[in-house]
């Protein structure tokens, strides 16, 4: 069966850290471009950042460049996003998602793009 398992959500005070991990099983990363995505209570879900296939591209949404950074270590078949000083606009479920791509080809921050999705995990950040 083909999965992906987010983890590493939990609680952190403002301006903490944290790393999501996105592990895949049943199938290897290799040829897929991972998107995270999150969705707060009330509100869209909305992209994050993802990294394309080859991992020689990445992009990030306007809310948390210079602060997140998405990698991937095909060898653990694992998708990592170090979150970096965290805030409480920050607090969601956060999803990871795959999609087949070339690997010249760059991800998307749209979800209508993926194809697979983890089941998500919790990041709340509160004092």
């Known amino acids: 069966q083909l999965q992906l398992v987010e983890s590493g959500g939990g609680l952190v005070q403002p301006g903490g850290s944290l790393r999501l991990s996105c592990a895949a099983s049943?199938?290897?990363?290799?040829?897929?471009?991972i998107g995270w995505f999150r969705q707060a209570p009330g509100k869209e879900r909305e992209g994050v950042s993802c990294?394309?296939?080859?991992?020689?591209?990445?992009k990030y949404a306007d809310s948390v460049k210079g602060r997140f950074t998405i990698s991937r270590d095909n060898a653990k078949n694992t998708v990592y996003l170090q979150m970096n000083s965290l805030s409480p606009e920050d607090t969601a479920v956060y999803y990871c998602?795959?999609?087949?791509?070339?690997?010249?080809?760059?991800?998307?921050?749209?979800?209508?793009?993926?194809?697979?999705w983890g089941q998500g995990t919790q990041v709340t950040v509160s004092s």
């Open positions: 049943g199938f290897t990363l290799d040829g897929f471009a």
């Open positions: 990294i394309s296939s080859s991992g020689g591209s990445t």
């Open positions: 998602a795959s999609v087949a791509l070339p690997l010249f080809r760059q991800c998307m921050l749209s979800s209508s793009a993926y194809r697979s």
